[in-house]
């Protein structure tokens, strides 16, 4: 049996497995039930602590950080990375990384027919991945739950844009209607739903090319509570041997990721998970690729924080 399963992947998702743009919100269910199986469950095994320091996200201010769904051991599939700190964040930043073996991907593509036999070589993949504890308070160095759930979920391709100086641009390709739409996942009812394909511009530095990554982007809160996700999954060509340079010069690149954001005590702390499998593509080594990713997702928390701050004195 896959322990995996074949759309949350860093081969992507082509057109032929989109769901028709006229599909109603009960025909896309098993489509959105099926990413969210794959996605909740993935994350939701990251350790609560990755040192003995860890806690300090929390415990510095008095604050205990107890989670109703937990996390796993250290023994567990998310390995600590350790901890970096920056100048506009309150909270530290832990960092773990995750392999999923060839062998697993083969099962995984096998039990969703996402790959013919003739299809490339499968390689692991090696997701990296952050996790902080924010205090929830309008204030510099953190956010409070509106800051949050607004900036990621209601405007997160708008916002990125925003606090992140390499993103050029972004466009929204399509959307459905998820109006009414509810998936019911280990107890919870996943509402708020939506699907939106979209592609963002990323400036490279000289001489490599600019790059695009085209997403099919799910979001969901929970009914309930104060928590919500969103599962970006990279939107591929239908035939791999589409060329991956396009007009306007960018190369296409793969990037899949999965965020989550959510209340995690009486206090109102705020828990902020994101993780990511990529390839930028073209003609930068995958190596230079692995060493580079986890510093860039790291410092999204800074920019981000930074950003939201100026934005607040802007009112």
């Known amino acids: 049996m896959a322990q995996y399963g074949p759309y949350v992947r860093l081969w992507g998702i082509r057109p032929s497995q989109l769901p028709a743009e006229t599909a109603s919100a009960q025909d896309l269910v098993p489509f959105l039930q099926s990413i969210l199986s794959e996605a909740v469950p993935f994350i939701s095994s990251v350790p609560l602590q990755s040192s003995s320091s860890s806690s300090s996200s929390s415990s510095s201010s008095g604050k205990s950080n107890k989670s109703s769904q937990g996390g796993a051991g250290l023994d567990g599939p998310w390995k600590p990375k350790g901890c970096r700190a920056f100048p506009h964040s309150a909270a530290p930043v832990h960092m773990f990384e995750r392999v999923v073996s060839a062998e697993d991907l083969k099962l995984a593509a096998k039990s969703g027919n996402h790959l013919a036999a003739a299809a490339p070589k499968i390689r692991p993949e090696t997701w ?11 204030k510099a160095g953190t956010a409070d739950w509106d800051e949050w759930k607004r900036c990621f979920k209601d405007e997160h391709a708008d916002a990125e844009m925003k606090f992140t100086p390499s993103v ?5 390709k399509k959307q459905w209607d998820c109006t009414g739409a509810e998936v019911t996942l280990g107890g919870d009812t996943y509402e708020d739903l939506t699907l939106k394909l ?3 511009t990323h400036k490279m530095p000289a001489p490599l090319n600019n790059r695009v990554f085209p997403v099919l982007q799910l979001t969901a809160a929970v009914r309930g509570r104060r928590e919500f996700i969103v599962v970006q999954i990279a939107a591929v060509p239908e035939s791999s041997k589409a060329e991956e340079q396009r007009p306007d010069g960018a190369v296409r690149g793969a990037y899949t990721s999965i965020e989550r954001f959510r209340e995690v005590d009486e206090q109102g702390n705020v828990e902020w998970l994101m993780g990511t499998v990529s390839d930028a593509r073209g003609v930068l080594p995958a190596w230079i690729q692995k060493m580079a990713v986890p510093g860039q997702i790291a410092k999204d928390v800074d920019m981000f924080l930074e950003w939201i701050a100026k934005e607040r004195e802007s009112k």
């Not at 050029?168 to 929204?172: D, F, P, V």
């Open 168 to 172: 050029m641009s972004h466009a929204l």
């Open 128 to 138: 990296s991945l952050r996790r902080s504890v924010h205090e929830g308070a309008k």
């Open 198 to 200: 979209e592609e963002s």
